[in-house]
Nanobody, 115 residues
């Protein structure tokens, strides 16, 4: 059993910052990558950023230069630092664990950016 616990969402004004955290726990697992997805009302879930245990990162174009993903392999934890937030960043953000034995999701955390 794998559990992903997210924290750090909330309400922030445009131009502000938030930091999301996600800790994975449970049975031993081999991680391919951890990352963050988001889903805005009426839209499909999209990949925001992901990071491999070796530190390789990928970002969706709309957040490049504003968001930074980082990880702590020893703690199986991933962070998403979000700066210069825009109203279009408003969404539910989901932590994702891409493990050898499958995909796992967190419960989601709401990020709301007011303009």
């Amino acid at each position: 059993q794998v559990e992903l616990v997210e924290s750090g969402g909330g309400l922030v004004q445009a131009g502000g910052s938030l930091r999301l955290s996600c800790a994975a726990s449970g049975s031993s697992f081999n991680i391919n990558a951890m990352g963050w997805y988001r889903q805005a009302p009426g839209k499909q879930r999209e990949l925001v950023a992901r990071i491999t245990p070796r530190g390789t990162t990928n970002y969706v174009d709309s957040v490049k230069g504003r968001f930074t993903i980082s990880g702590d392999n020893a703690k199986n934890t991933v962070y998403l630092q979000m700066n210069s937030l825009k109203s279009e960043d408003t969404a539910v953000y989901y932590c994702n664990l891409d493990a050898v034995r499958g995909y796992y999701w967190g419960q989601g955390t709401q990020v709301t950016v007011s303009s």
